[in-house]
Nanobody, 121 residues
Framework: QVQLVESGGGLVQAGGSLRLSCVAS????????MGWYRQAPGKQRELVAR???????YYLDSVKGRFTISRDNAKNTVYLEMNTLKPEDTGVYYC???????????????WGHGTQVTVSS
C-alpha cells in the first residue's frame, strides 16, 4: 500500500557528512510524522530523529547539533542531514512514517528497507 525508499547512505570518514533521503509512495492520504531510526550491530533499533507534519522535531541527544531532519510535504519526502559524523553513528538507518491511507480513515506505520551508514575512524 505504501512504500518507503531510502537513499544516501555510504562510507565516510569521521567528521564527514552524509544526507539521507526517504520518499514515500502509494495510497497516501496524509503523513503524520516521518523519522529515522538506526540499528548498530548487536544493538537495538533507536529513534534518531522525527518530524511531525506541523514541523516539530525530536532528536536523540547524541545527535543534537549535528543532525538535521527536514521534510518536503509536497513530495512526501524526509531528509536527514548528518554532519560531524562519528564512528558511533555507524549502523543501518531506517526510514519510518505514520501514514493515513486511502480516504484517511486508516492509520498505519511503515518502514523502509534501510540504508547502511559507515563512519570510519
Amino acid at each position: 500500500q505504501v512504500q518507503l525508499v531510502e537513499s544516501g547512505g555510504g562510507l565516510v570518514q569521521a567528521g564527514g557528512s552524509l544526507r539521507l533521503s526517504c520518499v514515500a509512495s502509494g495510497s497516501i492520504f496524509s503523513i503524520n510524522h516521518m523519522g529515522w531510526y538506526r540499528q548498530a550491530p548487536g544493538k537495538q533499533r533507536e529513534l534518531v530523529a522525527r518530524i511531525r507534519s506541523g514541523g516539530s522535531t525530536y532528536y536523540l541527544d547524541s545527535v543534537k547539533g549535528r543532525f538535521t531532519i527536514s521534510r518536503d510535504n509536497a513530495k512526501n519526502t524526509v531528509y536527514l542531514e548528518m554532519n560531524t559524523l562519528k564512528p558511533e553513528d555507524t549502523g543501518v538507518y531506517y526510514c519510518n512514517a505514520e501514514v493515513m491511507i486511502g480516504t484517511g480513515l486508516l492509520r498505519n506505520n511503515y518502514w523502509g528497507h534501510g540504508t547502511q551508514v559507515t563512519v570510519s575512524s
